[in-house]
């Protein structure tokens, strides 16, 4: 930005923000669900879905009971689904065509689909260097954005949205999601860091978390672990209802009849965002900062001193809060960060980390009840996934810069299943409602 644009900016701030600004109290008066949430932060209800629940709460003698988060995907509650898996076994793609085709497939339906996704991997023929490397940065959320869009020139009927055309188009992006990431990563390293440039060609016969780790690392190597490690933090990010923001901005998108490329990208402009799905970076900011402060990570009371004074805002970041606590919709706690815990701790043995997960689990303890004690909670406070995940994308070696690509290489099913489900139940734009609290003004000049 110019030093005169900048300039210009700075100083019609003062005007925007008095001519924007609209009174709290207009919200209330008006009835208006902010975030489209009721005064008890439940979602407002504007659509059905068939693809997954969230339970939260259960009711009882008419009332609402706050009870251990339940996730399920078309019908099977995911941890169930990962209790299905053997030890080592990858899941991803089973569970991906789960939630697009809305049954467990087959050993055959599995097989096809498997080698469908492996046979769609690789990137277009000088894609990698026309559009990945032709401008890189550090904001690989951008940079995997451009290259959706981007592959739109290579489809043959981008702007096709009959089902088989859309799923087809889907599938490919799924595919393609983990070379996206990866790319984009070292492009960044290579022309930003200076560092060694590697792009691996993925492995058409191995599943998306080994692909992934595959294309990231030097060597190509990881063991079983590491892999079923981020198998399963995949398979828990892969889909989360239609009321979260990036979800529901696919079916904004795809409701004004848009092309699956240009609903994928918008997804993943809603999904880059730090309220959305940055939350696990924030959670290594904060981690980083007690580790820094808190000398025995095994002394409880030293971590509940510090962690108050992150709550009273005398630490960190100021802001009075504990990353990685509370979720807008689970009360008691996250079926998700309760089946991924087993191989937090696996990997955290496998890597020798255990004194860093010990800070974690004494945090997980501790900060509800400290969250509490200094404010009114009109629900329980858990752990949620992004307290975790994190700590295992740090042990895998991955990149923060990665951190949100990779949700996003989970999510795109969810995205996609979404978007196909759109199509076939609804044939109506979604146009919420705005009311005009404008005033009316005359000329007199």
Known sequence: MTMQMNDYTKRHETTCRRNDTIAPRLYEEYGVNLGLRDENGNGVLTGLTNISRIVSYKIQNGQKV???????????????IIHSFGEYEMGFEKVAYLLLMGEWPSADEYAQFFELIGENRLLPINFTRDVIMKKPG?????????????????????????IPNCLAQCIRLISQFPTLATYSYHAFNYYVNQASMIIHIPDSKLSTAENLLRMLRPDRQYTKVEAKSLDTALLLHMEHGGGNNSTFTTRVVTSSGSDTYSTIAAAMSSLKGPKHG???????????DIRSHVKDYADKDEVAAYLSKILDGDAFDGKKLIYGMGHAVYTKSDPRERAFKHHVIQLAEEKGR????LLYQNIEELAPGLISSRRRVYKDVSANVDFYSGFVYEMLGIP?????????VARIVGWCAHRIEELICTDKIIRPAYMSVMEEKTFDF
């Open 66 to 80: 706050p009870c251990d988060g339940e996730l399920w995907y078309r019908g099977y509650r995911v941890e169930d």
């Open 138 to 162: 550090a904001d690989i959320m951008n940079t995997m954005t451009r290259s959706i869009l981007s592959l739109a020139a290579y489809d043959d009927t981008p702007m096709d949205i009959c």
């Open 278 to 288: 940055g939350a696990n970076i924030k959670v290594m900011e904060m981690i980083a």
């Open 354 to 357: 255990q004194q860093d997960l």
């Open 400 to 408: 923060q810069e990665l951190y949100t690509a990779i949700f996003a």
